[in-house]
Protein backbone atom coordinates (compact mmCIF):
# COMPACT_ATOMS: atom_id res chain seq x y z
CA UNK A 1 0.00 0.00 0.00
CA UNK A 2 2.59 2.39 1.21
CA UNK A 3 4.32 2.14 -2.75
CA UNK A 4 1.15 2.92 -4.24
CA UNK A 5 0.81 6.34 -2.79
CA UNK A 6 4.50 7.29 -3.44
CA UNK A 7 6.33 5.93 -0.08
CA UNK A 8 8.78 3.09 -0.14
CA UNK A 9 8.22 0.28 1.91
CA UNK A 10 10.26 1.60 5.64
CA UNK A 11 11.59 4.52 4.25
CA UNK A 12 10.62 6.57 7.60
CA UNK A 13 12.52 3.83 9.73
CA UNK A 14 15.35 4.07 7.63
CA UNK A 15 15.42 8.06 7.62
CA UNK A 16 14.91 7.55 11.35
CA UNK A 17 17.89 5.16 11.71
CA UNK A 18 20.27 7.75 9.96
CA UNK A 19 19.11 10.23 11.87
CA UNK A 20 20.41 8.55 14.97
CA UNK A 21 23.53 6.58 12.64
CA UNK A 22 24.45 10.39 12.10
CA UNK A 23 24.02 11.97 15.64
CA UNK A 24 26.57 9.09 16.85
CA UNK A 25 29.05 10.09 14.47
CA UNK A 26 28.91 13.99 15.76
CA UNK A 27 29.00 13.18 19.02
CA UNK A 28 32.38 11.49 18.73
CA UNK A 29 33.40 15.18 16.98
CA UNK A 30 35.46 17.41 19.77
CA UNK A 31 32.03 19.41 21.09
CA UNK A 32 34.74 22.49 21.39
CA UNK A 33 35.49 22.91 18.09
CA UNK A 34 35.02 26.25 17.09
CA UNK A 35 32.54 26.50 13.80
CA UNK A 36 33.93 29.03 10.81
CA UNK A 37 33.11 28.40 7.16
CA UNK A 38 36.34 27.04 6.48
CA UNK A 39 35.50 24.19 9.04
CA UNK A 40 34.22 21.14 6.80
CA UNK A 41 33.25 17.92 8.97
CA UNK A 42 33.66 14.66 6.24
CA UNK A 43 32.46 11.80 8.00
CA UNK A 44 32.21 8.52 6.83
CA UNK A 45 30.30 5.51 8.76
CA UNK A 46 28.54 2.25 7.69
CA UNK A 47 24.70 1.48 8.46
CA UNK A 48 22.02 -0.88 7.14
CA UNK A 49 19.08 0.87 5.94
CA UNK A 50 17.11 -1.21 3.94
CA UNK A 51 14.11 0.73 1.60
CA UNK A 52 11.68 -0.70 -0.44
CA UNK A 53 10.10 -3.66 -1.43
CA UNK A 54 11.21 -7.21 -2.79
CA UNK A 55 11.42 -6.12 -6.66
CA UNK A 56 12.80 -2.72 -5.88
CA UNK A 57 15.04 -2.89 -2.20
CA UNK A 58 18.07 -0.73 -2.16
CA UNK A 59 20.18 -1.52 0.65
CA UNK A 60 22.51 1.36 1.46
CA UNK A 61 25.55 0.19 3.94
CA UNK A 62 27.86 3.19 3.28
CA UNK A 63 27.76 6.88 4.38
CA UNK A 64 29.82 9.59 3.36
CA UNK A 65 28.12 12.59 5.29
CA UNK A 66 29.62 16.53 4.82
CA UNK A 67 29.14 18.92 7.10
CA UNK A 68 29.43 22.26 6.15
CA UNK A 69 28.98 25.92 7.96
CA UNK A 70 28.14 29.70 6.70
CA UNK A 71 28.23 32.80 9.16
CA UNK A 72 24.63 34.32 8.94
CA UNK A 73 23.17 37.31 10.10
CA UNK A 74 21.23 36.32 13.43
CA UNK A 75 21.72 34.82 16.77
CA UNK A 76 21.37 30.86 16.69
CA UNK A 77 22.09 28.01 14.74
CA UNK A 78 19.83 26.87 11.83
CA UNK A 79 19.53 23.61 9.31
CA UNK A 80 19.86 25.65 5.94
CA UNK A 81 19.28 22.75 3.96
CA UNK A 82 20.31 18.99 3.33
CA UNK A 83 21.26 17.06 0.05
CA UNK A 84 21.61 13.98 -1.66
CA UNK A 85 25.06 14.05 -4.23
CA UNK A 86 24.90 11.61 -6.86
CA UNK A 87 27.74 11.08 -8.81
CA UNK A 88 26.28 10.48 -11.78
CA UNK A 89 27.61 10.17 -15.42
CA UNK A 90 26.61 11.76 -18.91
CA UNK A 91 25.30 9.20 -21.93
CA UNK A 92 26.64 11.52 -24.63
CA UNK A 93 24.59 9.32 -26.94
CA UNK A 94 21.40 9.66 -25.13
CA UNK A 95 22.13 13.22 -23.33
CA UNK A 96 20.91 12.05 -20.01
CA UNK A 97 22.69 11.25 -16.64
CA UNK A 98 23.12 8.15 -15.76
CA UNK A 99 23.62 6.39 -12.06
CA UNK A 100 26.86 4.55 -12.28
CA UNK A 101 27.32 4.66 -8.54
CA UNK A 102 27.56 1.85 -5.81
CA UNK A 103 23.74 1.97 -4.74
CA UNK A 104 24.90 0.94 -1.29
CA UNK A 105 27.11 4.26 -0.95
CA UNK A 106 25.11 7.27 -0.01
CA UNK A 107 26.60 10.92 0.01
CA UNK A 108 24.65 13.23 1.72
CA UNK A 109 25.67 17.08 2.63
CA UNK A 110 23.52 18.96 5.79
CA UNK A 111 24.70 22.61 5.80
CA UNK A 112 24.20 24.46 8.78
CA UNK A 113 24.43 28.60 9.49
CA UNK A 114 25.33 30.10 12.35
CA UNK A 115 25.76 33.34 14.27
CA UNK A 116 28.11 35.82 12.95
CA UNK A 117 31.18 35.83 14.61
CA UNK A 118 30.94 39.59 15.32
CA UNK A 119 28.15 38.81 17.83
CA UNK A 120 29.57 35.61 19.29
CA UNK A 121 31.07 32.23 18.79
CA UNK A 122 30.07 28.85 18.10
CA UNK A 123 31.08 25.75 18.66
CA UNK A 124 30.25 22.34 17.56
CA UNK A 125 28.58 21.69 20.64
CA UNK A 126 25.66 23.80 19.99
CA UNK A 127 25.43 22.54 16.56
CA UNK A 128 24.71 18.71 18.42
CA UNK A 129 22.38 20.83 20.79
CA UNK A 130 20.36 22.06 17.54
CA UNK A 131 20.11 18.35 15.93
CA UNK A 132 18.84 17.08 18.94
CA UNK A 133 16.33 19.46 19.47
CA UNK A 134 14.74 19.62 16.40
CA UNK A 135 14.54 15.87 15.30
CA UNK A 136 11.69 15.99 13.37
CA UNK A 137 12.94 18.35 11.20
CA UNK A 138 16.05 16.23 10.41
CA UNK A 139 14.40 13.12 10.29
CA UNK A 140 11.60 14.21 7.56
CA UNK A 141 14.82 15.79 6.12
CA UNK A 142 16.80 12.90 5.96
CA UNK A 143 13.83 11.04 4.45
CA UNK A 144 13.36 13.75 1.85
CA UNK A 145 17.24 12.78 0.92
CA UNK A 146 16.52 9.22 1.06
CA UNK A 147 13.77 9.14 -1.71
CA UNK A 148 16.03 11.17 -3.76
CA UNK A 149 18.46 8.26 -3.71
CA UNK A 150 15.84 5.67 -4.23
CA UNK A 151 14.47 7.58 -7.02
CA UNK A 152 17.76 7.50 -8.65
CA UNK A 153 18.19 3.61 -7.84
CA UNK A 154 14.85 2.77 -9.46
CA UNK A 155 14.99 4.66 -12.40
CA UNK A 156 18.94 5.87 -12.65
CA UNK A 157 18.86 8.39 -15.32
CA UNK A 158 17.66 11.76 -15.72
CA UNK A 159 17.33 13.71 -18.65
CA UNK A 160 20.05 16.92 -19.30
CA UNK A 161 17.51 19.28 -20.01
CA UNK A 162 15.20 18.54 -16.73
CA UNK A 163 18.51 18.71 -14.34
CA UNK A 164 19.74 21.81 -16.38
CA UNK A 165 15.77 23.39 -15.12
CA UNK A 166 16.21 22.47 -11.63
CA UNK A 167 19.52 24.19 -12.00
CA UNK A 168 18.38 27.22 -13.46
CA UNK A 169 15.48 27.59 -11.08
CA UNK A 170 17.51 26.81 -8.12
CA UNK A 171 20.44 29.40 -8.72
CA UNK A 172 18.51 32.38 -10.55
CA UNK A 173 19.26 35.69 -9.57
CA UNK A 174 16.32 36.56 -7.06
CA UNK A 175 17.27 40.30 -7.67
CA UNK A 176 16.47 40.73 -3.74
CA UNK A 177 12.48 40.83 -4.18
CA UNK A 178 11.00 38.16 -1.82
CA UNK A 179 7.89 37.67 -4.30
CA UNK A 180 10.49 36.21 -6.62
CA UNK A 181 11.98 34.12 -3.85
CA UNK A 182 8.49 32.67 -3.40
CA UNK A 183 7.90 32.17 -7.21
CA UNK A 184 10.94 30.30 -7.75
CA UNK A 185 10.21 28.35 -4.62
CA UNK A 186 7.32 27.38 -5.33
CA UNK A 187 8.77 26.24 -9.28
CA UNK A 188 11.55 24.28 -7.61
CA UNK A 189 8.86 22.49 -5.43
CA UNK A 190 6.72 21.65 -8.75
CA UNK A 191 9.97 19.97 -10.29
CA UNK A 192 9.80 15.79 -10.95
CA UNK A 193 12.46 15.48 -8.68
CA UNK A 194 11.32 16.89 -5.92
CA UNK A 195 7.63 15.87 -6.50
CA UNK A 196 8.40 12.33 -6.11
CA UNK A 197 9.93 12.96 -2.81
CA UNK A 198 7.07 15.06 -0.85
CA UNK A 199 4.78 12.08 0.01
CA UNK A 200 7.86 10.15 1.85
CA UNK A 201 8.39 13.56 3.99
CA UNK A 202 5.13 13.66 4.90
CA UNK A 203 4.96 10.34 6.03
CA UNK A 204 8.20 10.73 8.07
CA UNK A 205 6.56 13.48 9.73
CA UNK A 206 2.96 11.41 10.31
CA UNK A 207 4.93 8.76 11.96
CA UNK A 208 6.95 11.00 14.18
CA UNK A 209 3.89 12.11 15.33
CA UNK A 210 1.43 9.31 15.95
CA UNK A 211 -1.38 10.38 13.04
CA UNK A 212 -4.30 8.29 13.27
CA UNK A 213 -6.95 8.20 10.40
CA UNK A 214 -8.81 10.47 13.38
CA UNK A 215 -6.34 13.43 13.03
CA UNK A 216 -5.22 12.97 9.76
CA UNK A 217 -7.21 16.00 8.49
CA UNK A 218 -6.17 18.43 10.96
CA UNK A 219 -2.02 16.85 10.96
CA UNK A 220 -2.86 17.71 6.66
CA UNK A 221 -4.89 20.77 6.96
CA UNK A 222 -1.57 22.27 8.89
CA UNK A 223 0.96 20.14 7.00
CA UNK A 224 3.19 22.98 5.44
CA UNK A 225 3.77 20.64 2.09
CA UNK A 226 0.13 20.98 1.85
CA UNK A 227 -0.05 24.97 2.43
CA UNK A 228 2.83 24.92 0.22
CA UNK A 229 0.66 23.05 -3.05
CA UNK A 230 -2.38 24.59 -2.00
CA UNK A 231 -0.41 28.16 -2.19
CA UNK A 232 0.53 26.41 -5.82
CA UNK A 233 -2.86 25.93 -6.97
CA UNK A 234 -4.49 29.04 -5.88
CA UNK A 235 -1.20 30.84 -7.60
CA UNK A 236 -2.09 33.73 -10.57
CA UNK A 237 -0.03 35.68 -12.98
CA UNK A 238 -2.05 38.53 -11.86
CA UNK A 239 -1.04 37.95 -8.26
CA UNK A 240 2.82 37.69 -9.71
CA UNK A 241 2.70 41.17 -10.85
CA UNK A 242 0.86 42.68 -8.27
CA UNK A 243 3.68 41.57 -5.44
CA UNK A 244 6.19 42.78 -7.73
CA UNK A 245 4.46 46.12 -8.05
CA UNK A 246 3.78 46.38 -4.09
CA UNK A 247 7.10 44.84 -3.34
CA UNK A 248 9.59 47.50 -5.57
CA UNK A 249 7.14 50.64 -4.76
CA UNK A 250 8.78 52.20 -7.86
CA UNK A 251 6.21 52.87 -10.38
CA UNK A 252 9.17 53.73 -12.86
CA UNK A 253 9.71 50.10 -12.94
CA UNK A 254 7.91 47.49 -14.66
CA UNK A 255 7.31 44.70 -13.52
CA UNK A 256 7.60 42.44 -16.87
CA UNK A 257 10.93 43.96 -17.06
CA UNK A 258 11.90 42.49 -13.99
CA UNK A 259 10.21 39.12 -15.36
CA UNK A 260 12.60 39.30 -18.39
CA UNK A 261 15.49 39.71 -15.68
CA UNK A 262 14.64 36.42 -14.03
CA UNK A 263 14.05 35.10 -17.33
CA UNK A 264 17.46 35.72 -19.07
CA UNK A 265 18.96 34.87 -15.10
CA UNK A 266 17.42 31.36 -15.34
CA UNK A 267 18.75 30.81 -18.73
CA UNK A 268 22.05 31.45 -18.41
CA UNK A 269 22.69 29.29 -15.60
CA UNK A 270 20.54 26.53 -17.92
CA UNK A 271 22.58 27.15 -20.52
CA UNK A 272 25.84 26.82 -18.42
CA UNK A 273 24.89 24.05 -16.29
CA UNK A 274 24.23 22.04 -20.21
CA UNK A 275 27.45 22.94 -21.60
CA UNK A 276 29.72 21.57 -18.61
CA UNK A 277 28.10 18.25 -19.14
CA UNK A 278 27.99 18.57 -23.24
CA UNK A 279 30.66 20.39 -24.31
CA UNK A 280 33.80 18.14 -24.76
CA UNK A 281 36.87 20.41 -26.32
CA UNK A 282 38.92 17.26 -27.74
CA UNK A 283 35.62 16.02 -29.43
CA UNK A 284 35.07 19.80 -30.63
CA UNK A 285 38.46 20.30 -32.44
CA UNK A 286 38.25 16.94 -34.08
CA UNK A 287 35.34 18.03 -35.79
CA UNK A 288 36.13 21.35 -36.36
CA UNK A 289 39.66 19.59 -38.30
CA UNK A 290 37.34 17.60 -40.44
CA UNK A 291 35.23 20.35 -41.30
CA UNK A 292 31.91 19.09 -39.90
CA UNK A 293 29.63 19.77 -36.75
CA UNK A 294 30.02 18.19 -33.59
CA UNK A 295 27.43 16.57 -31.89
CA UNK A 296 27.71 18.58 -28.77
CA UNK A 297 27.75 21.62 -30.83
CA UNK A 298 24.65 20.49 -32.98
CA UNK A 299 22.98 19.49 -29.68
CA UNK A 300 24.09 22.99 -27.63
CA UNK A 301 22.64 24.86 -30.36
CA UNK A 302 19.02 22.77 -30.40
CA UNK A 303 19.23 23.71 -26.80
CA UNK A 304 19.85 27.53 -27.04
CA UNK A 305 16.66 28.28 -29.39
CA UNK A 306 14.47 25.96 -26.79
CA UNK A 307 15.68 28.56 -24.29
CA UNK A 308 15.14 31.57 -26.48
CA UNK A 309 12.11 30.53 -27.31
CA UNK A 310 10.21 33.09 -24.89
CA UNK A 311 13.29 35.70 -25.24
CA UNK A 312 10.50 38.41 -26.65
CA UNK A 313 7.59 37.45 -24.97
CA UNK A 314 8.34 36.54 -21.12
CA UNK A 315 5.38 37.30 -19.83
CA UNK A 316 3.55 34.48 -22.20
CA UNK A 317 6.59 32.00 -20.53
CA UNK A 318 5.17 32.94 -17.13
CA UNK A 319 2.25 32.68 -17.53
CA UNK A 320 2.77 28.79 -18.72
CA UNK A 321 4.67 28.29 -15.82
CA UNK A 322 1.49 29.62 -13.57
CA UNK A 323 -0.77 26.95 -15.06
CA UNK A 324 1.77 24.18 -14.63
CA UNK A 325 1.91 25.23 -11.23
CA UNK A 326 -2.10 25.23 -10.66
CA UNK A 327 -2.04 21.81 -12.49
CA UNK A 328 0.77 20.20 -10.05
CA UNK A 329 -0.98 21.93 -6.45
CA UNK A 330 -3.76 20.18 -7.60
CA UNK A 331 -2.80 16.63 -8.57
CA UNK A 332 -0.11 16.69 -5.23
CA UNK A 333 -2.29 18.01 -2.91
CA UNK A 334 -4.76 14.61 -4.01
CA UNK A 335 -1.70 12.85 -4.20
CA UNK A 336 -0.69 13.44 -0.17
CA UNK A 337 -4.38 13.79 0.70
CA UNK A 338 -4.24 9.31 0.08
CA UNK A 339 -1.56 8.94 2.60
CA UNK A 340 -4.79 8.70 5.02
CA UNK A 341 -5.27 4.99 3.37
CA UNK A 342 -1.76 4.16 5.51
CA UNK A 343 -2.14 6.22 8.59
CA UNK A 344 -2.90 4.08 11.91
CA UNK A 345 -6.34 2.80 12.14
CA UNK A 346 -7.44 3.68 15.28
CA UNK A 347 -11.70 3.69 15.69
CA UNK A 348 -14.84 4.15 13.30
CA UNK A 349 -13.65 7.50 11.84
CA UNK A 350 -17.41 7.96 9.78
CA UNK A 351 -16.83 10.30 6.80
CA UNK A 352 -12.98 11.00 6.99
CA UNK A 353 -12.33 10.40 3.49
CA UNK A 354 -15.42 12.89 2.28
CA UNK A 355 -13.97 15.22 4.66
CA UNK A 356 -10.58 14.78 2.82
CA UNK A 357 -12.06 14.97 -0.69
CA UNK A 358 -13.99 18.30 0.31
CA UNK A 359 -11.26 20.39 2.39
CA UNK A 360 -8.40 19.54 -0.59
CA UNK A 361 -10.62 19.32 -3.48
CA UNK A 362 -13.40 22.19 -3.05
CA UNK A 363 -16.06 22.07 -5.89
CA UNK A 364 -15.05 24.87 -8.53
Known amino acids: MTEEVGVPKDIEKAGEKLYYDILNSLQKVDSST???NEVNEVIDFNTNLVIGNEKNQLTITDINLILDFAELNHNKVVLMSAGYNPRPSVDRKRWILVNNNDPRELYIRLSFGYPDTDVQTTQFSKIIGYYTSNSRQ???????ELKHAYDFYVKPKESLKDFSHYMGITKANRYNLKVIQDFLHLLYLATETE????????????TLDGVNKTNFLNFLLDEETYIEFKKMREFTYEKLINNIVTELDDDSINPNNVLRAVYVSMSQIKLDTMSGYVINFFEDMLAQLQGVESKSDEFMEK???????????????????VKYLNRVGDYMIKKIGKLYSIANEDSETGGIIRKIFNKTNPQK
Do not use: A, C
Not at 195 to 206: A, D, F, N, T, W
Not at 303 to 321: A, C, G, I, M, V
Open 138 to 144: IISSLTH
Open 34 to 36: EIT
Open 195 to 206: LLVKPSEVYSKM
Open 303 to 321: YYKELNKYQNNTSEYFKQQ
